[in-house]
């Protein structure tokens, strides 16, 4: 790895974390010596790059520390090209458009001896002529309430074909190849539910916010999950 590359790729591990990281940990992360890591430390500060910390303590970067979001390595640039890969692969025009855009404004503004790494990557995902599902569903609002923290009131038709009408509290929009799920507390059931966003035949946004903060209905289902998978590796 290049000395800049190294230099870029501290400062990003840093940025990264919410806890001081040791000098072990960048030089293990790196694949060089620690003494490496320390040479570079010592190079960063000198230009003034907000580093605090100490050997055998670990390192902190200033939260305030402004560095130009588009300085990419090959890894990262691969990272999002593969990321727009399979978000095309979606049930979910309005993600795929928006993949499509980010994938625009990054191409717009990279530097030429990195375009390569966009038109021509190392990486890519198994070719398949079919996109999976029905992409009609607009999911924008679906989002929109989740990062709202706001309620939903849903018309949902069953596998079975029955219509009901709930007022659920969106948690995450999940998907796979063939389809999105919303997961969501629902007020009717007292509970965890998943609804796929195909059968969703009306969704309207309610003025009333859900219940609790969003992280706290977040930790909630992440251990409804967790019970959930714990009870099915029991019954298998």
Not at 5 to 27: K, M, N, Y
Request: charge should be positive; proline fraction near 5%.
């Amino acid at each position: 790895m290049r000395k800049a590359d190294r230099l870029f790729q501290i400062i990003q591990i840093l940025r990264r974390s919410s806890r001081p990281v040791t000098s072990s940990e960048l030089a293990g992360e790196l694949e060089v010596a620690r003494r490496t890591v320390y040479r570079d430390i010592a190079h960063l500060m000198a230009q003034r790059v907000p580093i605090e910390g100490e050997a055998g303590f670990g390192y902190v970067l200033d939260r305030r520390y402004d560095m130009p979001p588009l300085m990419l390595t090959p890894d990262e640039i691969e990272a999002v090209v593969l990321g727009v890969q399979m978000v095309a692969r979606l049930n979910d025009a309005a993600m795929r458009n928006a993949a499509g855009d980010v994938m625009a404004k990054i191409t717009s503004v990279m530097p030429q001896d990195l375009l390569p790494y966009i038109a021509q990557p190392a990486v890519g995902i198994k070719p398949d002529d079919v996109v999976g599902g029905d992409a009609t569903r607009d999911t924008r609002p679906l989002r929109l309430a989740i990062r709202e923290g706001r309620k939903l009131e849903l018309d949902y038709r069953a596998a079975d074909g029955t219509i009901t009408r709930r007022i659920v509290w969106p948690v995450l929009l999940g998907y796979d190849n063939t389809h999105s799920l919303l997961i969501a507390w629902c007020q009717s059931k007292q509970a965890f539910r998943h609804f796929r966003t195909e059968r969703i035949l009306k969704v309207e946004i309610l003025n009333e916010a859900i219940g609790m903060s969003r992280s706290k209905l977040r930790q909630q289902w992440q251990q409804w999950r967790d019970a959930e998978m714990r009870k099915s590796r029991g019954a298998q």
